[in-house]
């Protein structure tokens, strides 16, 4: 069939004499929106075989899915300004029913032009009721059941403290807590089975279900191990703004063999016991600290444990001090090692311009400072990689980022057991990388495992006591096959899955896992934003989030809104008034995460009080309203 001609715009046509809609426009649209709606059945036809592996009670949702991303694939937006013009739906809102739109728009314009129209909807996989429906059933199965009074779950973030804690559990559960999220890359299998433990008796003391979703560690890219600092441990008294000593440094004393902390000091070294016997409170020590410079404490507390002595002097203490008591006339000198300093993590200190040794193996050191070698390896910094199989699969000239994205930098250089990277990206004064930091390679077509070792071991835990399991760092439908026939073999086929959308590759692929966990008696989306703004770009993360929201209504599948929600306020107890923002707009999520923090059940409240306002209010607002833009000109998914 031959491409249709365009039209004349809408505005252009004369007025006089014509009816209130022009023929000739309503005509043509029609057949552009019949060729649209053939291709989406063709599209579907296409993927048959994929969507006959989705599970019954998902295949309309399915096959919607694949109709939206028809829809996506085809520039709308002349269509779009014809179909307003006319005061009719732009199919800008039709992401849960995409077939019934259209067919009730291609109904509308058939009665304009005098044309019979028969319905259609046998043919279409869900209506503006039912596709409703279908994701209410969707979301309930996978998060449970919402609170009455709001329509959106909140799921926390369990510190380690809830294992040892039951109260932990208690106030987060009466604060408002809907699910409980357990991070597998953290703690270990006895405290995972305690968290849940508790999570099940507090939810029982407060009569309602409280779901557990435990995510898997993943192929988490991560810096290695740093090799530690000298030991220096520095005192420093607290002054004002004019140099006054308002608080003196406090220095506790313990023995070598002591492992108790003393209370109020700001920090501990351990000294020979014999020499802490000596003092008593009012003993004066001496001592010169590492840059010779002479300093003097006072012993102001002595008990069982130890001693507690002040000083109004910043000083710097190393193994090698020495302190001394008594040399007054007629009294004998008394001294000791400082014996036990702990040794500093190890840092490196990295400005733009500077290169970076990325290694498969080995402790990390920060740049040599000699001038008398001619070993270039041994001046620069290097670190190595928690998955090395990372440097086989990268290219010169692709981008890495370090540390959620604070630390930029381009490879320069690959050979088979290391990568040089120049730092293109860090603050004027540098910044610090330490151990244990994400790696992410947005430019990088990676290979990796979906399921590490640890990953496969710790699913058996999961099995026991989970209700849903967070997939971390999928990137194709391989990965959630992979996941299912473990969860399979655990006897665990009821299991709800999250995708957590963390790379740049997992977002390309978005439709197809999700086609992949419709296979799963429960699915859902989770927009791990931390990650996946550094992978897509922050300026790029509020276009992405809106696609994932939009691929996710299509797809009738509940969407968990996380990281950084109220991260201040959860983290200080002042929030600032962009994530106030931020949180209002998770009432278009189904659920919203929080992490944890000191102040997490205020966090939790406000977040409470915020999707209620939020959700009250748009009752009363249509979805063109409530939605982000009505133009769909084309498909990021």
């Known amino acids: 069939m031959s491409t249709p001609k365009t039209p004349p715009h809408p505005d252009t046509l004369p007025v006089d004499g014509t009816p209130p809609w022009n023929p000739e426009v309503c005509l043509d649209l029609i057949k552009q929106l019949w060729l649209l709606r053939r291709s989406m059945l063709d599209r579907e036809a296409v993927l048959k075989a994929e969507i006959d592996r989705v599970l019954p009670e998902h295949q309309q949702s399915a096959r919607n899915l694949v109709h939206y991303l028809t829809l996506r694939s085809v520039d709308m937006r002349q269509i779009q300004e014809q179909l307003a013009w006319l005061g009719l739906s732009s199919l800008g809102r039709s992401e849960s029913?995409?077939?019934?739109?259209?067919?009730?728009?291609?109904?509308?314009?058939?009665?304009?032009t005098g044309q019979t129209w028969e319905d259609k909807s046998g043919e279409e996989p869900a209506g503006s009721v039912s596709s409703r429906e279908l994701a209410k059933r969707h979301t309930t199965q996978l998060l449970g059941q919402a609170p009455a009074d709001r329509p959106v779950r909140i799921m926390v973030t369990l510190p380690s403290a809830a294992a040892t804690d039951f109260s932990v559990v208690h106030d987060l559960v009466y604060a408002g807590m809907d699910v409980a999220r357990i991070n597998c890359a953290h703690d270990g299998p006895i405290e995972w089975r305690t968290m849940?433990?508790?999570?099940?008796?507090?939810?029982?003391?407060?009569?309602?279900?409280?779901?557990?979703?435990?995510?898997?560690?993943?192929?988490?890219?991560?810096?290695?191990?740093?090799?530690?600092?000298?030991?220096?441990?520095?005192?420093?008294?607290?002054?004002?703004?004019?140099?006054?000593?308002?608080?003196?440094?406090?220095?506790?004393?313990?023995?070598?063999?002591?492992?108790?902390?003393?209370?109020?000091?700001?920090?501990?070294?351990?000294?020979?016991?014999?020499?802490?016997?000596?003092?008593?409170?009012?003993?004066?020590?001496?001592?010169?600290?590492?840059?010779?410079?002479?300093?003097?404490l006072l012993v102001v507390h002595v008990d069982a444990h130890g001693a507690i002595?002040?000083?109004?002097?910043?000083?710097?203490?190393?193994?090698?001090?020495?302190?001394?008591?008594?040399?007054?006339?007629?009294?004998?000198?008394?001294?000791?090692?400082?014996?036990?300093?702990?040794?500093?993590?190890?840092?490196?200190?990295?400005?733009?311009?500077?290169?970076?040794?990325?290694?498969?193996?080995?402790?990390?050191?920060?740049?040599?400072?000699e001038d008398d070698t001619d070993d270039s390896s041994a001046e620069r910094a290097h670190i190595s990689c928690t998955l090395p199989q990372v440097i086989d699969q990268v290219h010169v000239g692709e981008r890495i980022w370090f540390d959620d994205g604070r630390i930029g930098g381009v490879i320069r250089y690959t050979t088979a057991d290391w990568l040089d990277i120049e730092i293109v990206h860090a603050r004027d004064g540098g910044e610090k990388l330490v151990a244990d930091k994400g790696i992410n390679l947005p430019d990088s077509?990676?290979?990796?495992?979906?399921?590490?070792?640890?990953?496969?071991?710790?699913?058996?835990?999961?099995?026991?006591?989970?209700?849903?399991?967070?997939?971390?760092?999928?990137?194709?439908?391989?990965?959630?096959?992979?996941?299912?026939?473990?969860?399979?073999?655990?006897?665990?086929?009821?299991?709800?899955?999250?995708?957590?959308?963390?790379?740049?590759?997992?977002?390309?692929?978005?439709?197809?896992?999700?086609?992949?966990?419709?296979?799963?008696?429960?699915?859902?989306?989770?927009?791990?934003?931390?990650?996946?703004?550094?992978?897509?770009?922050?300026?790029?993360?509020?276009?992405?989030?809106?696609?994932?929201?939009?691929?996710?209504?299509?797809?009738?599948?509940?969407?968990?809104?996380?990281?950084?929600?109220?991260?201040?306020?959860?983290?200080?107890?002042?929030?600032?008034?962009?994530?106030?923002?931020?949180?209002?707009?998770?009432?278009?999520?189904?659920?919203?995460?929080?992490?944890?923090?000191?102040?997490?059940?205020?966090?939790?409240?406000?977040?409470?009080?915020?999707?209620?306002?939020?959700?009250?209010?748009?009752?009363?607002?249509?979805?063109?309203?409530?939605?982000?833009?009505?133009?769909?000109?084309?498909?990021?998914?």
Not at 572 to 589: F, H, N, Y
């Open 196 to 296: 849940a433990a508790n999570v099940h008796r507090a939810a029982k003391s407060a009569q309602r279900h409280v779901k557990i979703l435990m995510d898997l560690g993943g192929p988490k890219i991560r810096t290695g191990e740093v090799a530690l600092r000298a030991p220096v441990l520095k005192l420093k008294p607290g002054k004002d703004e004019f140099g006054r000593v308002y608080r003196p440094a406090r220095l506790g004393l313990r023995p070598i063999s002591g492992t108790h902390d003393l209370a109020g000091v700001d920090a501990c070294v351990g000294v020979w016991e014999i020499w802490l016997e000596r003092l008593k409170v009012g003993t004066s020590i001496e001592f010169s600290d590492s840059r010779g410079a002479k300093r003097h």
């Open 445 to 637: 077509q990676l290979n990796l495992p979906a399921l590490s070792e640890d990953d496969i071991e710790d699913l058996t835990v999961v099995a026991m006591e989970a209700d849903m399991v967070g997939l971390s760092f999928v990137q194709k439908p391989a990965d959630v096959d992979l996941l299912r026939k473990h969860l399979h073999r655990l006897k665990r086929d009821d299991m709800g899955i999250v995708l957590k959308i963390e790379t740049l590759q997992g977002f390309e692929n978005l439709p197809e896992l999700m086609l992949a966990a419709m296979a799963a008696k429960a699915a859902g989306v989770m927009i791990a934003r931390g990650d996946l703004a550094v992978e897509c770009g922050y300026e790029r993360l509020a276009e992405v989030q809106e696609e994932i929201l939009w691929c996710a209504e299509a797809a009738h599948m509940p969407v968990i809104w996380a990281t950084q929600v109220l991260e201040s306020l959860a983290k200080t107890g002042l929030p600032s008034r962009a994530e106030i923002s931020d949180a209002g707009l998770g009432v278009r999520a189904e659920c919203v995460m929080l992490n944890k923090g000191p102040y997490i059940t205020e966090a939790i409240h406000t977040l409470n009080d915020i999707l209620k306002r939020m959700g009250t209010l748009s009752k009363g607002l249509t979805a063109a309203q409530m939605a982000a833009p009505v133009t769909v000109a084309r498909c990021c998914c």
């Open 309 to 369: 002595a002040e000083g109004l002097q910043t000083a710097y203490l190393t193994p090698e001090t020495v302190l001394i008591i008594g040399g007054s006339e007629g009294k004998k000198k008394h001294s000791t090692l400082v014996c036990q300093i702990e040794r500093l993590p190890g840092v490196l200190h990295l400005h733009r311009g500077d290169m970076l040794r990325l290694t498969k193996e080995g402790l990390g050191q920060a740049a040599a400072v």
């Open 97 to 112: 029913h995409v077939l019934a739109s259209l067919d009730k728009v291609l109904g509308i314009l058939h009665r304009l």
